[in-house]
């Protein structure tokens, strides 16, 4: 009997080239979040890539090899560049898969949306931290942008562009995260991603979530697998959990979770989340990490294995992006599990997990430490050879899949 996928990996050797290339275009946006990681202002920095500048690193990302790196234009608000679409038609006409991941401001307006599509953007990225727009606007420290990002999210579909939402998981919308879930199903999204917090940026400040609630986070995520395709960010442990839970599945067994779980899980059945048909197949997640098959180039060129850690290879202005992605120190240790530290180091789940090197890195200034987010004690699952089994025929021989666009 075929099992099933429970993580994938890219087709390709991580080492040589990334899966996602995400290129920072401008750190300029008119919203103040609280979570900010790039600390945003309202004005673009001077030392911001310029068109050319931007241009190379397309032509860099291209020159990893077919199928290229999907092609990720984040920001602050990339609408506040005016060569963006020119931008999506020069990185397309390379052969590379161009997202966009715009903010809820007054510029995600169809015309925008229009032009992005037209350029040949595959996919959008949208965040929608709270399911009423008081709390959502709050969180986003600017009147009108629920409405407005629901607005542009049910456009970009009219489009036919695919959408991603991304929701932080914070304290704060802890007990909300049911009824985001069911406003996400409602309005119908390509994906939807819960991004557990780093203590970067101006989430320095925030309040941090004791591991024993993430833990409950990601079996609710996992839950909400079953009838929308749902991923994690920052949450490399959710490969964890999908494993544990699939042989647990298979036993006719339940993990044992905390209340929060338990309340999430009662609030989606009043609002009958679960309710109504099924996935055929629930959406393995892909096991790409900070410089492991991903690699995030900043506003001023700066090349980081992840927009949450704040450490760098190089400058795409004096080396080649695929010098840096391939050889330098910082992105090949953080590709040998052998050298993680802590739980992270001592756990079974490393190699497929590793845990957020940002978050390690935020918490305790050491990137290859602990993920301080896990609450799992390493050698503890009952089962270890029922999720060795798995590793080896889901991670070692995972058959070709269909492309999904994946916009962290």
């Not at 456009?155 to 914070?170: D, H, I, S």
Request: aromatic share 6%.
């Amino acid at each position: 009997m075929k099992r099933p996928t429970v993580v994938r990996r890219p087709r390709h050797a991580v080492a040589e080239r990334p899966f996602l290339v995400i290129w920072e275009a401008t750190r300029a946006c008119p919203l103040a979040c609280l979570h900010c990681r790039a600390e945003a202002l309202t004005a673009r920095d001077p030392r911001e890539l310029d068109g050319a500048d931007a241009r190379r690193v397309m032509e860099q990302s291209a020159a990893f090899g077919r199928p290229g790196p999907l092609f990720v234009i984040t920001g602050g608000d990339p609408f506040q560049r005016a060569d963006l679409t020119d931008l999506i038609a020069y990185g397309t006409s390379l052969g590379l898969r161009v997202a966009v991941s715009p903010s809820g401001t007054p510029t995600l307006t169809r015309e925008n949306l229009e032009a992005v599509r037209d350029a040949g953007a595959v996919a959008l990225s949208l965040s929608l931290d709270a399911s009423t727009a008081a709390r959502h606007d709050a969180f986003r420290g600017v009147p009108g942008v629920y409405e407005r990002t629901l607005q542009g999210w049910r456009t970009a579909r009219e489009l036919g562009l695919k959408v991603q939402v991304n929701t932080t998981v914070t304290r704060t919308g802890l007990e909300d995260l049911a009824d985001i879930a069911a406003l996400v199903r409602r309005e119908g999204a390509m994906l939807w991603s819960g991004f557990l917090l780093v203590p970067t940026g101006r989430a320095r400040g925030m309040d941090p979530l004791a591991p024993a609630e993430i833990e409950d986070v990601l079996h609710f995520l996992y839950d909400c697998g079953a009838v929308m395709a749902t991923k994690t960010t920052e949450g490399h442990h959710f490969r964890r959990v999908a494993l544990q839970r699939s042989v647990l599945d298979a036993r006719g067994e339940r993990p044992a979770l905390g209340p929060l779980y338990e309340r999430l899980r009662a609030r989606a059945d009043d609002l009958g989340l679960f309710e109504g048909a099924r996935r055929a197949v629930r959406r393995a997640p892909m096991d790409v990490s900070s410089g492991r098959g991903f690699v995030f180039v900043s506003h001023t060129g700066e090349v980081h294995p992840s927009g949450f850690l704040p450490l760098s290879g190089g400058n795409v202005k004096d080396r080649a992006l695929a010098s840096v992605y391939r050889e330098s120190e910082l992105f090949t240790s953080l590709r040998d599990p052998a050298l993680l530290r802590g739980r992270c180091g001592a756990c079974e789940y490393k190699a497929v997990c590793g845990g957020s090197r940002s978050r390690a890195h935020g918490a305790t200034g050491d990137v290859l430490a602990a993920d301080p987010y896990c609450a799992y004690e390493p050698g503890s699952f009952p089962y270890p050879q029922d999720v060795a089994a798995l590793t080896e025929s889901t991670m070692h021989r995972t058959p070709p899949v269909p492309y999904v666009p994946y916009v962290p």
